[in-house]
Structures are given as structure tokens and as C-alpha cells.
């Protein structure tokens, strides 16, 4: 099991890694791995677009989240990676999580410091003024009219996982 770390992974690192699970686990023992689904966010009020400008800017500036981005936008095709590295009877599974107001306070927590890490990559990159205007919404995670206080928030995510068994 492997869970929130091969969204760092360059590919062939992800493919060392792989293989290294291939190697230490038995013959015909099950292998997962799970990631968030980047091309899966979306947040409500609010446009896709702005998601898709943080990170098409941050690659194409090659700021320290751009490492990321590749790693959020690959899980799509996790289960054929995995039949490249030697898995055998593989399969991908998404789940769709939305956080919606009013959230608890757990949730409340989580998608204002989620949404602030984004308003501080958006602080790096240069993106049009109404990007900017956007994420700055998002500055202030205890600030009182965070959109994650109104109704109608929405802040949805997607975990993939890919399962693979080792041949033999």
C-alpha cells in the first residue's frame, strides 16, 4: 500500500518504485497505490479554468509545485503504468469527494488549508488579473467570508488507486 506520494515521482523514479514493489512482494500478492486525481478538482462558485491556468502556468514556469502537477494528472493511466512495470490484472478506481457547506469543522480546516496552498502557488506565478482575483480569495484561511463559510461551497477532489498483482 502507497498512499499521497507518487504525485513527487518523475516517471522513471514511479517506475524504479514500482518495480521495487514488484520485487519485495509475493507472487500473486496485490500491490495499490493511491493518489489525488488533479484533473478531477473542481470547486464551486467557481470555474474548472482556474485549476487548469495554476497548473498549466506553474509548468510552464517550472516553479516547485510544477513537480506535482505531472504526477496529479498521470493517475488517469496508473493501471496501464502498472502493466508496463510487470503487474498483472490490474484496475483503476476513482472516488469523488466533494466537501460541501456548511462542513464540518474538519473539513472546514482541511479545504482552507488545501485552497491557501493553491492561493500561495497562484502568489508565484504570473497568471491574468483575474486568476489573481480568484486565489486571493483564499489568502486568509480563518478569514469570516472564506467562500468555504457560504453556502454553496463546493471544494471536490478525486482519489485514484491503481491495484496490480504481482506475476508468479
Given at each position: 500500500w502507497c498512499a499521497n506520494i507518487i504525485e513527487y515521482f518523475d516517471d522513471a523514479t514511479l517506475n524504479r518504485v514500482l518495480e521495487e514493489f514488484i520485487r519485495v512482494t509475493r507472487p500473486?500478492?496485490?500491490?495499490?497505490?493511491k493518489d489525488?486525481?488533479?484533473g478531477l478538482f473542481r470547486f464551486q462558485p467557481?470555474?474548472?479554468?482556474f485549476f487548469w491556468h495554476l497548473f498549466e502556468a506553474?509548468?510552464?514556469?517550472?516553479?516547485a509545485f510544477a513537480r506535482n502537477v505531472h504526477g496529479f494528472f498521470r493517475l488517469s493511466r496508473l493501471d496501464q503504468i502498472f502493466r508496463e512495470v510487470g503487474?498483472?490484472?490490474t484496475r483503476l478506481v476513482s472516488r469523488l469527494l466533494d466537501h460541501r457547506a456548511p462542513l464540518t469543522a474538519a473539513q472546514h480546516r482541511w479545504c482552507t488549508q488545501a485552497l491557501h496552498m493553491f492561493f500561495e502557488v497562484s502568489a508565484q506565478l504570473d497568471l491574468p488579473d483575474e486568476d489573481r482575483a480568484f486565489w486571493r480569495q483564499f489568502e486568509d484561511p480563518a478569514a469570516e467570508d472564506h467562500p468555504?463559510?457560504?453556502d454553496?461551497?463546493?471544494f471536490g477532489e478525486a482519489n485514484t488507486m491503481a491495484v496490480g498483482t504481482v506475476p508468479g
Open positions: 500473486g500478492g496485490r500491490v495499490a497505490v489525488w486525481d488533479g467557481g470555474h474548472p479554468k506553474a509548468e510552464r514556469q517550472q516553479v503487474f498483472e490484472q468555504a463559510r457560504r454553496g461551497f463546493v
